[in-house]
């Protein structure tokens, strides 16, 4: 399952090997054409590779919860807070907790 945006991402990553922005693109696409699996390996690969990138914490945390694994949801919402705080991002901060309270 491609498209022609993932692979114009999948370029962009190859010009720019590292750039967290660019992976979680593409975990967004992945998840966008159904394919879970790839989604939430390329999130997770993302929080273990750049940990300081707050925006991955609440899409795989809400993604875990889709996929009703909700133990893990909650762990990475509550360390999604912890690196917002830490960065001093308060509004990421506030979603990241917002997701919390819901689950």
Known sequence: ME????QQLFN??????????ISFAIAKEYEGLGDLDKSLATYEE???SKPDYV??????????????????AETTFT????????AGDK?????LQGALDML
């Open 12 to 21: 962009f990553l190859e010009s720019s090997p590292g750039d967290a922005f």
């Open 46 to 48: 993302l929080v273990k």
């Open 55 to 72: 925006g991955t914490y609440y899409h795989l945390g809400k993604l875990y919860e889709k996929l009703e694994r909700f133990e893990e």
């Open 91 to 95: 509004h990421s901060a506030g979603e």
């Open 79 to 86: 360390s999604g807070i912890a690196v917002a705080k830490a």
């Open 3 to 6: 498209s022609n945006r993932l």
